[in-house]
């Protein structure tokens, strides 16, 4: 094929089969699967959400093993005897150990499985928890630091694998939107719950706390936690256009809780019964080796960065985990001292907007995209465009930026906590939207590069997070906060605005850039 018109152009699928623009249609499961009932794909829903479910269990304990130690600041620089300065220190050596993490650990993920992938990160955030409990000097809150991200980073890419692995298209935006609500718990709404038990125990407790839970986790995920990577053991018949004809039949499971206008109809496909299901044993095998070349797999993430969709991603991502790591680190600084001179507690309260307003911005950009999706799908003849979940970031991109000037010049002034705390809620809206539809994006239009996709993402993301928190201290000191979260906010509305070209050309770029897509998809499998 040396034609682009000949290549299948990635992340294009026909999503509903429509009789008539006002008949019945019917879902097409996009990917397709095959008959195998070990796949992942064809595992009954309480089976995929109970799997889900310990995957987001351990992304709260993660992210909060990443986010509480800040609310602590005000305690620790009297409890170890460290400045403000080296504290930010800590926090940048966190997200280099984020950054690293995600570019040596997840190409393990890949070969080897998700289970044991899970298994390590969480071994790893517990004994790392253990040891900040006890920790008393500068040295070894740098080393705690370093290790807490790598362990952290393992969790932020193999999640989006498991998302792709266990849910179709029009389940995945819904899927991501729990994923940024449980960001979100872990960092928003535990630093609250953290702050309060700090305040009345001392911050060492807060972690005690954490470490009992996230060992806890370890000793569940090695009992019930099933691999979700799939090696197929016979081809299954596809279920393409023809296959949903009426010359292949395939059976129609009517979900109400699916329809959308008219009648939606899932089109499905039976499993083989000759294909006998995995024991517990063979469900909890500790590894799920494939044949990749690991070098060649550390080198993968760096061609598929430069696909412009998850250049895309990675920009908006790494713009608004910027904005939350100023948030944050701004939140302890500003308001332990006066006007405010909050305990503890009340900084860890700060963060009760923040949560809110992620809620229903995970609501907005989840299961209201996914619904928005299918619509136009069903507008454009039943085919899905990728780009067709960015129409909802209108109202995300200037509510984040809104609500980063409204922070930052209400905490200037010395206003009343409420007016920062709603600014916070109106940035969460926009951050929670942003991350779930673009997260989602990349998941349908690359699925066969996810893991890979998502090392680059994760890496940039961290990467630039790292310098941010060098100069959070010294841009306040020579700008004032005012300036700075007005700068700040016009950069992110600049960064959240680049969706409108994505929109007109992504379509454009993805038929382009098919036959390069589909080389490093080539070259992925002969690894």
């Known amino acids: ?42 595992w009954p829903t309480w089976r995929k959400l109970f799997n889900f ?89 740098i080393v705690t630091m370093v290790i807490t991200g790598l362990g952290g980073a393992i969790n932020e890419t193999a999640v989006q694998m498991t998302i792709s692995d266990l849910f179709f298209v029009h389940h995945r935006g819904s899927a991501n939107a729990v994923y940024f609500t449980a960001v979100m718990v872990g960092s928003f ?29 370890f000793v569940v995920f090695i009992f019930a936690f099933e691999e979700t990577k799939y090696i197929p053991v016979s081809v299954g018949e596809a279920d393409n256009d023809d296959a949903c004809s009426e010359q292949n039949p395939t059976e129609k499971d009517i979900d109400s809780k699916n329809k959308v206008g008219s009648d939606l109809v899932t089109v499905g496909t039976h499993t083989d019964p000759t294909i006998p299901m995995n024991s517990y044993r063979q469900c909890m ?44 680190q701004i939140i302890s600084i500003v308001f332990s001292a006066p006007p405010y001179s909050f305990t503890t507690a009340g900084i860890g309260y700060m963060a009760l907007g923040p949560f809110v307003g992620n809620i229903f911005g995970s609501i907005y950009g989840g299961p209201l995209a996914d619904w928005t999706v299918v619509r136009l799908a069903r507008r454009n003849g039943g085919v899905y465009e990728p780009e ?51 997260f989602t994006l990349i998941i349908d239009t690359y699925r066969e590069l996810v893991a890979e996709a998502f090392i680059g993402i994760a890496f940039l993301r961290n990467a630039v997070s790292v310098g941010v928190t060098f100069a959070i201290v010294p841009w306040m000191t020579s700008m004032g906060l005012t300036n700075m979260f007005i700068i700040s906010g016009c950069i992110a509305f600049a960064i959240g605005s680049l969706f409108v070209p994505m929109i007109i050309y992504g379509k454009k770029i993805r038929t382009t850039l098919a036959p390069r897509y589909w080389k490093l998809v080539e070259m992925r499998s002969r690894i």
């Open 1 to 42: 094929m040396t034609s682009t018109d000949r290549v299948p152009i990635p992340g294009e699928a026909r999503l509903i089969l429509a009789e008539s623009a006002t008949d019945a249609s019917r879902f097409v499961l996009q990917p397709t699967p095959s008959k195998d009932p070990n796949e992942p794909l064809n």
């Open 189 to 217: 709404l535990a630093p609250m719950a953290a702050g309060t038990q700090a305040a009345n125990q001392g911050w060492r407790w807060s972690y005690y706390t954490l470490s009992i839970c996230l060992t806890i986790l």
């Open 285 to 328: 095998r500790l590894t799920t080796t494939t044949s990749e070349s690991l070098p060649r797999l550390f080198m993968m993430p760096f061609h598929v960065i430069t696909l412009p969709h998850v250049m895309f991603t990675a920009l908006q991502f790494a713009s608004g985990v910027c904005w939350l790591v100023i948030f944050m």
């Open 53 to 141: 479910g310990l995957s987001i269990a351990v992304t709260v304990a993660a992210f909060t093993n990443v986010s509480i130690q800040t609310v602590f600041w005000q305690q620790m620089t009297v409890d170890m005897g460290v400045s403000i300065q080296q504290l930010t220190n800590a926090q940048s050596a966190q997200l280099a150990g984020l950054a690293m993490g995600c570019l040596f650990f997840i190409p393990l993920a890949i070969k080897y499985g998700r289970r044991s992938a899970y298994i390590v990160s969480t071994a790893v955030l517990a004994g790392v928890s253990w040891w900040t409990s006890r920790m008393q000097s500068y040295p070894e809150l």
């Open 388 to 438: 067709m979940r960015l129409y909802p970031l209108v109202i995300p991109t200037f509510f984040m930026a809104g609500g980063i000037i409204m922070f930052g010049a209400t905490a200037a002034r010395g206003m009343h906590w409420i007016y920062p705390s709603l600014g916070g809620a109106f940035f969460a809206f926009g951050l929670g939207a942003n991350g779930d539809i673009t």
